[in-house]
T-cell receptor
Framework: KAGVTQTPRYLIKTRGQQVTLSCSPI?????VSWYQQTPGQGLQFLFE???????NKGNFPGRFSGRQFSNSRSEMNVSTLELGDSALYLC???????????FGEGSWLTVV | AQSVTQLGSHVSVSEGALVLLRCNYS??????LFWYVQYPNQGLQLLLK??????LVKGINGFEAEFKKSETSFHLTKPSAHMSDAAEYFC????????????FGKGTHLIIQP
């Protein structure tokens, strides 16, 4: 079956703009989580959604937000982009109560 | 709070040699432990996981890891390295499920020498 799908794969934005990234989880998976990966900070947990509700949030400013739709697809939004937001954003999905998280290929965001 | 320490940001081995990537964790609850591999310009692929039960866990591509509670370690090994194993490897700890998120180590870049 299809894996976790993220779009777009690559994008370039200007400081001050906002961006929306999309994630379609594995069929049947209702939990979606987001991670930011940078060379300096490594992989950091952003937030996790289940049944359209945010259940957990990492230590990121309010400019980072997300949502989940009734079909479990998720979007994350970053407003007022800063240069430091340049990163690989990874989406992951898992079954409710499952202990394995499957990752997508990621969305590469460059802020100039 | 949970944390993961991966010893060695870069590890170089010869093709055919033993691969050993070290991971130590701290967790206030019984941990769920994972190893992921990341190839250039790709996402993370699960190699193996420990949840409960047998402490020696076998994964894909000939990798295995042993959970040692007394040493709070979860080292990754492979008896014989292959050129295709060159990648970034991440150890992660979780409390189970996706709800609390995973805490990742900084990663170890595995270099395979011909």
């Amino acid at each position: 079956k299809a894996g976790v799908t993220q779009t777009p794969r690559y994008l370039i934005k200007t400081r001050g703009q906002q961006v929306t990234l999309s994630c379609s989880p594995i069929s049947g998976h209702r939990s979606v989580s987001w991670y930011q990966q940078t060379p300096g900070q490594g992989l950091q947990f952003l937030f996790e959604y289940f049944s359209e509700t945010q259940r957990n949030k990492g230590n990121f400013p309010g400019r980072f937000s997300g949502r989940q739709f009734s079909n479990s697809r998720s979007e994350m939004n970053v407003s007022t982009l800063e240069l430091g937001d340049s990163a690989l954003y990874l989406c992951a999905s898992s079954l409710e109560g499952g202990n394995t998280i499957y990752f997508g290929e990621g969305s590469w965001l460059t802020v100039v | 709070a949970q944390s993961v320490t991966q010893l060695g940001s870069h590890v170089s081995v010869s093709e055919g040699a033993l691969v050993l990537l070290r991971c130590n964790y701290s967790s206030s609850v019984p941990p769920y432990l994972f190893w992921y591999v990341q190839y250039p310009n790709q996402g993370l692929q699960l190699l193996l996981k420990y949840t409960t039960g047998a402490t020696l866990v076998k994964g894909i591509n000939g990798f295995e890891a042993e959970f040692k509670k007394s040493e709070t370690s979860f080292h990754l090994t492979k008896p014989s390295a292959h050129m295709s194993d060159a990648a970034e490897y991440f150890c992660a700890v979780g409390k189970g499920g996706g709800a609390d998120g995973l805490t990742f180590g900084k990663g170890t870049h595995l270099i395979i020498q011909p």
